[in-house]
């Protein structure tokens, strides 16, 4: 069993920074695979990035490529989400995700853990 807690999210205007966190707990495997998801209002929820729990495969989605920067510490059982430039457009709850296999999906249904979500607001 995995828990994931979101933290880090806030108002920010636009052209700003924030760094999202997703702190983990319970056994990670090597073949797992972390990502987050957004939910903007009105609209289903995204996937944004996504990132293996060993190795260095990452996957982005178009909208943030470039301005986002996914990461984790293994160490401290942590996955980060950077996120620059940010347009009034990524006002979203953001969520961080687990599944137990090792590709990074960019389809939620393929995601077996979630987090509660953090709220992420950008004004302009």
């Known amino acids: 069993q995995v828990h994931l807690a979101e933290s880090g999210g806030g108002r920010v205007q636009a052209g700003g920074s924030l760094r999202l966190s997703c702190a983990i707990s319970?056994?990670?495997?090597?073949?797992?695979?972390l990502a987050w998801f957004r939910r903007a209002p009105g609209k289903e929820r995204e996937f944004v990035a996504g990132?293996?729990?060993?190795?260095?495969?990452?996957d982005y989605s178009d909208p943030v490529k470039g301005r986002f920067t996914v990461s984790r510490d293994n160490a401290a059982n942590t996955m980060y989400l950077q996120m620059n430039g940010l347009k009034p457009e990524d006002t979203a709850v953001y969520y961080c995700?687990?599944?137990?296999?090792?590709?990074?999906?960019?389809?939620?249904?393929?995601?077996?853990?979630w987090g509660q979500g953090t709220q992420v607001t950008v004004s302009s």
């Open positions: 995700a687990a599944r137990t296999y090792p590709e990074v999906l960019t389809n939620e249904g393929d995601y077996d853990y």
């Open positions: 319970g056994r990670m495997f090597s073949s797992y695979t």
């Open positions: 990132i293996r729990w060993f190795g260095s495969i990452t």
